[in-house]
């Protein structure tokens, strides 16, 4: 029987055999106490990686996020943001909930970026009717999409020029990387802080990482530890982190490839409006009435996907070539009414 393809998201990802022994046979401690000898090791990897002095490994992303967010900006500070942005649309609102931290959403441009012309409209004046401006939170990829290098020097050179703390969502910052052919501390260049995802395109099971300065992680250290992060013997979780950093990065491009292999079957549907993918991610637009039942047709043929009028399709190393070509076929079947 062919097993299940789940395009729902790169989430979905399961440990495979050498990952699952890696974590087995991962030394540990307590990590609260800092001496999980594990973490340690992922945390002083990441920071290298990436061009910081120092890390801080989080259960989650949105905990990751969040924390550095904290770490940055007091009560009453705002941060700018895209509508878009995981951090403003997707994170329960911790930033302010939490964090006392008001978010100022921007419109995103076609390409996921936000207009430099919005983002230095947006700075308040040093007023104390206002919120005081405190820092920029850009993401990449965003949708999918990646930002273009020469986009980001400009963004997080106008921040600093007006005295802007940066902060990059890295959730899917491998993706940009590789698809750039660039280095990741070239792909984080200009910020002072990125969340990485290692349970995404990684297919780790767990965990993100903060990187920055040492005294920022200093101060997100005591925010991971009021937000119910302090994990003790996480070495185990850490351990497959450094597995996926040291065997799954550029294996990413074949992620890539998958998905604008789908892209082209699809797009032979007449029913259909494909985006041409740029990384792992792609959508296509059709009639609401084809949701229901579609989505069920391709249940009954082993395949389960998020199917809306807008849907996201998201290959990911559980996703082979071959699952590609039969998730096209069960398409094609369906458009040609073979569920009927």
Request: overall charge negative; some cysteine; glycine content about 10%.
């Amino acid at each position: 029987m062919n097993h299940l393809i789940d395009l729902r998201s790169d989430t979905v990802t399961r440990p495979g055999p050498a990952m699952r022994a890696a974590m087995a046979a991962a030394e540990v401690g307590d990590d609260v106490y800092g001496d999980d000898p594990t973490v340690n090791r992922l945390q002083h990897v990441t920071a290298e990686l990436f061009g910081y002095e120092a890390a801080l490994f989080a259960p989650s992303g949105t905990q990751s996020n969040l924390i550095g967010l904290m770490a940055h900006c007091g009560r009453g500070d705002e941060y700018l943001v895209g509508q878009e942005a995981h951090t403003y649309k997707y994170e329960a609102g911790g930033a302010a909930v939490l964090g006392s931290i008001q978010p100022q959403p921007l419109p995103q441009q076609a390409d996921g970026s936000l207009a430099l012309a919005d983002i230095a409209g947006a700075i308040k004046p040093d007023d104390v009717h206002f919120a005081r401006t405190r820092l920029l939170a850009l993401e990449n990829t965003i949708g999918g999409r990646v930002l273009p290098r020469d986009y980001l020097d400009a963004a997080t050179t106008l921040a600093h020029q007006r005295g802007l703390i940066t902060h990059l969502d890295g959730a899917r910052i491998f993706n940009a990387a590789v698809k750039q052919g660039i280095s990741l501390q070239a792909a984080t260049a200009g910020f002072d802080s990125v969340s990485v995802c290692l349970s995404k395109g990684l297919g780790a099971p767990i965990g993100s990482v903060l990187c920055g300065s040492r005294d920022m992680i200093q101060r997100a250290l005591r925010w991971r530890k009021m937000l119910g992060g302090g994990l003790r013997q996480a070495g185990i979780l850490a351990a497959a982190g450094l597995y996926a950093l040291e065997h799954h990065v550029d294996r990413l491009a074949q992620d890539h490839d998958h998905a604008t292999l789908l892209a082209i079957g699809l797009a032979e549907i007449d029913e259909l409006t494909v985006s041409t993918p740029q990384t792992n991610i792609l959508y296509a637009d059709m009639a609401a009435a084809h949701c229901a039942p579609l989505e069920k047709y391709l249940l009954d043929n082993g395949i389960t996907a998020r199917i809306t009028p807008h849907m996201r399709l998201v290959t990911h190393l559980d996703v082979s070539r071959d699952d590609v070509t039969r998730t096209i076929a069960a398409f094609k079947a369906y458009f040609q009414g073979a569920h009927r």
